[in-house]
């Protein structure tokens, strides 16, 4: 996408409206987190508003973040318990704590907005650095399948009355990258676009990411719930060390 600028994209206007539309499974993410953790500590790459963090926090769980959007980290900083978290404001493919954790997690397909396939690699490896030697990376992801009926189409996410909420996409299947646009159209707010460019991976591309950083395919469920993998909609993969 011309002029897309992935440390630009989750702004203070996006930050402000990320937590208005909950998706549904933070329990259940929570839980899992919590099982796998056990009485140790957790890293979750991309920490973002907290979602997932803050209840994982709530259960006792030591967590720690990394977020490349300082926009986000201060809607973090707002709510109950976010000033306690050590977040760290940078790249999650490079940045170190110098700490070690039972869990690294990485949710809702964020390794996709790393924009090369190197870069993905570099996530992998920056995971395998901070893992205990029996550590888990856990990634939640979709399956490409699911966001890609064609290379390019608009899909109507939501109908009201007096807006609408389009999907817009483009794919190109040589960088593997698709270019999104959910654009709300609102009798009373006008037009507003949320822009957004993703390098889309299967599954077994990812576990490959995950053999040249040393790590090797533990479990995969299809979601939070641990409910078997099917190869649609999405996936919820651990990873730990060879």
Known sequence: M?????SESFGPE?????????????????DLLAQLAGDGAALEFAIGTGRIALPLAQRGVPVDGVELSQSMVD????????????????????IHTGKKYEVVYLVYNTIFNLLTQDDQVRCFENAA????????????AAVPSAWLPTHSYANPEKVDLDAVTLDVCTYDPVTQILDENHV????????????????????????????LAGLRL??????????????KDMHVSAYRLV
Not at 75 to 94: F, N, Q
């Open 184 to 211: 709300r159209i609102s009798k009373d707010e006008g037009i507003r676009f949320g822009p957004i460019s993703c390098r889309l991976a299967w599954p077994s591309e990812l576990d490959l990411m995950a053999r």
């Open 2 to 6: 011309y002029g897309f600028q992935p």
């Open 129 to 140: 650095a901070h893992l205990t030697g029996t550590g888990v990376f856990l990634v939640e």
């Open 75 to 94: 809607v973090l900083r707002s709510k109950p318990g976010g000033a306690a978290l050590d977040v760290t404001v940078g790249d999650m493919t490079s």
């Open 218 to 231: 533990a479990d995969r469920w299809g979601g939070w719930h641990r409910q078997p993998y099917t190869g």
């Open 14 to 30: 996006v930050a402000g409206r990320y937590d208005d539309s909950p998706r549904g499974d933070e329990e259940a993410a929570t």
